[in-house]
C-alpha cells in the first residue's frame, strides 16, 4: 500500500467520523397529521388503509399518529417511509396497568406482526386522560411501566412509551413561560413520576397545543400573533428571562418546558401530538375558525418548523409536531367508540377534505429530504476521496 493510498484513506475515514453525527443531526422536527378513526366513522363511504397511506405520503408527511390504531391501518404503512406514533386508548388503561399480559396482547396484535417493517417510534398510552378520565389516573404510571417491560420482553427496544397532555388541562399559566407550572394535583401525582419515568427511560413528553383554544379565552392576544403572522414589533417579552416570543406557538412550547424545568426535568424531548386551526364550527360565534385563518395557521406553523429556529429556551424546538387532523368529518356525529366533546365535533380540522382532496396548497416535506440529502451530500464527498485514493495508488 502506497503512503498516498494511506494517507488518503485515513483522511477519508477521519472526514467520515467527523461528519457523520452532522449528516442527523441537520434533520429537522417532522411533521405528521393524526388520522382519526373517530373521524373516519363519520364517513358515509368506507376509507381504505391503504388510500389513508397514499394520502399522507402525497402529501409528503414524516410521520402520522393513529389515535385509534387498528391492524389494518398499521399494515398499510409496511415498507413505507412515513414513521407511527400509536395511541393506546383511554379505555384500555386500567387493565394495561393491572396486568402486563393486557400490554402484551395489545403489541401482539398492533406492533409484533409489523414492526420493524412499520416504522413504529413512539406508543401513548392515553390521550389527554386526566381530564377525559380522571378516576384512571392512578393507573396511568402503572400502564405505561407495564408497556414498556413489555416491549422489552418481546426484545424491542426502539420504541418509546409515553402519554399525551393536554396543555390547557396540565398548564397552570403560560405567560411569562418562566413562571409556568404544571396544576396540582395533577403534578404530585401524576406529572412528577412520570417524568422521572421519561428520563428513565429517555422517552419523550407528548403534549397537545392549540393557540386556537388560547386565542378564544384571552382577548388580549392579537390574531396574527396565534398565526405566526408577528411582524418585528410584534412580541411579547418575559420580564424574567428577557426572552421575546414572536408567535403563541413558541410561548406555549416554552411553557411546557419551563413547566418539566421547574419539576426538575430540563432536557426531557417534547413532541406536540395535536396542533392545529378549525376552518369552520357549527358555533357561529366562532368567527376566527374560517379557511383562511386555518390555512394561515397550518402555512406558518409548516414554514415555523421546516426552518430549524427552535423556540427560544430549546434551540432544537420539538422533536415533532401533528396537526389535528388528516381530513375533515364528512358528518356532524360521534361514533361512540371515545367520547369528545362537542366542540371538536362540530369544527373541520382536516387538512383534507372527506373526499380526500387538499383542502390547502401546502408542502408538507423537508425534514426527512433535508436529513438524506445531507447524508447523500457526505457519501458523495467520501466516495470521491476513496476514488481519488485508488486512483493514485
Known amino acids: 500500500m502506497s503512503f498516498h493510498y494511506s494517507f488518503s484513506l485515513s483522511l477519508t475515514l477521519s472526514l467520515l467520523l467527523f461528519l457523520s453525527p452532522l449528516a442527523g443531526a441537520t434533520s429537522f422536527p417532522l411533521i405528521g397529521a393524526t388520522y382519526s378513526v373517530a373521524t373516519a366513522g363519520t364517513h358515509g363511504h368506507s376509507l381504505s388503509p391503504v388510500r389513508i397511506a397514499a394520502a399522507a405520503a402525497s402529501l409528503g408527511l414524516s410521520t402520522v399518529r393513529l389515535d385509534h390504531p387498528e391492524p389494518a391501518t398499521v399494515r398499510a404503512f409496511l415498507y413505507s417511509n412515513t414513521t407511527l406514533l400509536l395511541n393506546v386508548p383511554n379505555p384500555l388503561v386500567p387493565a394495561m396497568a393491572a396486568n402486563r399480559s393486557s400490554a402484551l396482547q395489545w403489541l401482539y396484535a398492533l406492533v ?96 397537545n397545543v392549540y393557540p386556537y383554544n388560547v386565542f378564544r379565552t384571552h382577548g388580549e392576544i392579537p390574531i396574527g400573533y396565534a398565526l405566526f403572522q408577528g411582524f418585528d414589533f410584534g412580541f411579547r417579552e418575559d420580564v424574567v428571562t428577557g426572552v421575546r416570543y414572536r408567535n403563541l406557538f413558541d410561548v406555549m412550547v416554552d411553557a411546557v418546558i419551563c413547566a418539566m424545568a421547574v419539576s426538575g426535568h430540563e432536557n426531557i424531548p417534547v413532541i406536540v401530538t395535536e396542533t392545529g386551526w378549525p376552518s369552520s364550527s357549527g358555533d357561529t360565534t366562532e368567527v376566527d375558525a374560517n379557511p383562511a385563518y386555518a390555512e394561515l395557521y397550518i402555512r406558518g406553523l409548516v414554514k415555523y418548523l421546516k426552518s430549524g429556529a427552535g423556540t427560544p429556551l430549546r434551540k432544537e424546538g420539538v422533536a415533532e409536531a401533528y396537526i389535528y387532523e388528516l381530513f375533515d368529518k364528512e358528518e356532524k356525529q360521534g361514533n361512540g367508540m371515545e367520547m369528545v366533546t362537542m366542540a371538536k365535533q362540530n369544527r373541520s380540522w382536516g387538512i383534507l377534505y372527506p373526499n380526500m382532496t387538499k383542502k390547502y396548497d401546502i408542502d408538507f416535506s423537508g425534514s426527512i429530504r433535508l436529513y438524506v440529502g445531507r447524508f447523500d451530500w457526505l457519501v458523495i464527498l467520501v466516495g470521491s476521496l476513496v476514488s481519488f485514493a485508488l486512483f493514485h495508488v
Open 112 to 207: 409484533v406482526p409489523f414492526f420493524p417493517r412499520a416504522r413504529i417510534t413512539t406508543i401513548s398510552v392515553g390521550n389527554d386522560l386526566l381530564e377525559a378520565f380522571p378516576e384512571h389516573s392512578s393507573s396511568l404510571l402503572p400502564a405505561m411501566e407495564n408497556l414498556h417491560l413489555a416491549l422489552r420482553d418481546l426484545g424491542i427496544r426502539t420504541i418509546s412509551v409515553s402519554t399525551t397532555f393536554s396543555f390547557v388541562n396540565v398548564v397552570a399559566s403560560f405567560f411569562p413561560p418562566s413562571a409556568a407550572q404544571f396544576r396540582e394535583p395533577a403534578l404530585g401525582n401524576v406529572i412528577s413520576p412520570l417524568l422521572q419515568f421519561l428520563r428513565d427511560t429517555n422517552s419523550s413528553f407528548l403534549i
